[in-house]
């Protein structure tokens, strides 16, 4: 088995969901990205927006995250989980600052035709995203930033994706 660097700067920062999904991981370390801007603009098959970088104009944009690592078995799920080829890209070579030190990293990345203006998260989906970035003590002005991104409610409180949301969150301290 071989260790894969995986960046997680959407829901998947919050060290649960992302063991939920790919067993093996384990956070690393805060990490970064420049050149980028964090939106939630990618659309979701639920209708809502979901987290992926976009190139900023110039170099002024700059997205924080968690770099994980994980056992190369897991990569087949986290595609499955990030619907590869059918919303999200992965890029196998994407670069992000770690401790001084520059890396090439896994992260996932809407394709350009999954991206349509307007969108916003569901609330449960932000709050997940809010989570990670907490429990990872990303920078506060980082944070503060995420907690005005405007949300929706979701009007299907039954859908799976958010009961399963609701139950992590349960379990989280962030504090």
């Known amino acids: 088995m071989m260790q894969i660097p995986y960046f997680a700067y959407g829901s998947n920062m919050l060290t649960e969901r ?3 999904r790919c067993p093996t991981a384990r956070p690393m370390c805060v990490a970064s990205t420049e050149g980028f ?10 209708g809502s927006g979901k987290a992926t970088l976009v190139a900023a104009n110039a170099l002024r944009g700059k997205v924080y995250g968690v770099l994980f690592e994980m056992n190369d078995v897991d990569l087949p799920a986290l595609d499955r989980a990030e619907s590869s080829g059918r919303g999200y890209c992965r890029n196998n070579n994407f670069v992000v600052r770690s401790g001084g030190q520059e890396q090439a990293v896994v992260t996932y990345m809407a ?21 990670g970035a907490r429990q990872h003590r990303l920078p506060s002005v980082y944070i503060e930033e995420l907690v005005t991104t405007l949300s929706v409610s979701d009007l299907a409180p039954n859908r799976e994706s958010r009961l399963l949301a609701l139950s992590l969150l349960a379990g989280v301290d962030t504090s």
């Open 18 to 20: 992302l063991k939920e």
């Open 37 to 46: 801007t964090l939106e939630f603009n990618k659309k979701s098959v639920d």
């Open 111 to 131: 394709a350009p035709d999954a991206i349509e203006q307007n969108l916003r998260p569901y609330d449960w989906y932000l709050d997940l995203v809010l989570a």
